[in-house]
């Protein structure tokens, strides 16, 4: 996560993000109702104004893909630089890193019903879990499994974690457009960190068939869904933890962020301005 340092030493970013205004959210007795809460907590959070996010949203875990949103918007202000949640809006989209974990990626999507989404993508790294799928390659998630335990306290265990088609079909086009190809199946998704060298755990993947394992894509699916917001998810395969020569490194993840984060983050972008351009609702599901 040293990308964090990079963008707080960007002048150009950080001197433009000075001159707005962040609000500061008031310290108010009884806030006793969900939407009390989140109206006050999401601008504690990022620093933004309700009024001043888009409805459709991009979430990450990286402070590059903030960045790079921000360069090419007319370096748009990035708010929220001492904030746990760092975000930038143009063109009707807000950016927001929310950090990493389930738990997180829970509570930024609690918050988000502040301002009730149109839709959100959720732009991620994760681990192949196929040999044949290789560092670089996009996945496409048609389901993802819950095994971080942060969405049973949201619905329960039978529920499947699953994105809303008509995003993910937009992502799909969108992909086509830009010459790419991509990978479908479903992805774990898991608290667990430093797992690499457990055999028991990695003979559990194995058994599960999944193709990718990750740490928030179950958790968003599934709160999105009991939070009735539209969620897709495409994800970007930055190792292959499956093998101790493919277990990330400092020096890998920079070599994936170099060559490959900037089609990830434009095919997001473009995915979301399909459904603004089009007026295409993404709703689908009976929530």
């Known amino acids: 996560m040293n990308e964090e340092i990079k963008i707080k030493k960007d002048e150009a970013i950080v001197n433009k993000a000075k001159t707005v205004k962040e609000v500061q959210s008031p310290i108010r007795a009884g806030l006793k ?32 893909y903030i960045q790079l949103f921000s360069e090419w918007h007319d370096n748009a202000p990035v708010m929220g630089l001492d904030k746990p949640m760092q975000s930038v809006t143009a063109d009707g989209i807000t950016i927001i890193n929310f950090g990493m974990g389930s738990s997180v990626a829970a509570t930024v999507m609690d918050l988000l019903t502040a301002i009730t989404p149109k839709a ?95 740490m928030e894509t179950a958790t968003i699916f599934v709160t999105g869904f009991a939070n009735k917001i539209p969620t897709g998810a495409l994800l970007l395969v930055s190792d292959q933890p499956m093998i101790p020569e493919g277990v990330k490194t400092s020096e890998s993840d920079s070599k994936v962020t170099e060559q490959y984060v900037e089609t990830h983050l434009h095919i997001g972008i473009e995915s979301l301005k399909q459904l603004i351009n089009n007026g295409l609702t993404v709703r689908h599901l009976k929530f």
Request: glycine content about 6%; some cysteine; overall charge positive.
């Open 33 to 64: 109702t969900k939407e009390a809460i989140v109206a006050n907590w999401l601008p504690r959070y990022t620093g933004r104004p309700l009024e001043e996010f888009g409805k459709y949203i991009i979430l990450t875990n990286f402070s590059k």
């Open 120 to 214: 959100i993508i959720f732009l991620g790294k994760w681990g192949s879990l196929k040999k044949k799928i290789n560092v670089g390659e996009l996945i496409l998630p048609i389901a993802a499994i819950r095994g971080e335990g942060t969405s049973n306290d949201y619905m329960p265990a039978e529920v499947p974690a699953l994105p809303a088609f008509a995003l993910q079909k937009a992502i799909s086009t969108t992909i086509r457009d830009f010459k790419r190809d991509y990978w479908t199946g479903t992805c774990y998704t898991t608290n667990r960190r430093v797992w690499e060298h457990d055999k028991v755990f990695k003979r559990l993947l194995k058994k599960l068939r999944a193709s990718a394992v990750d």
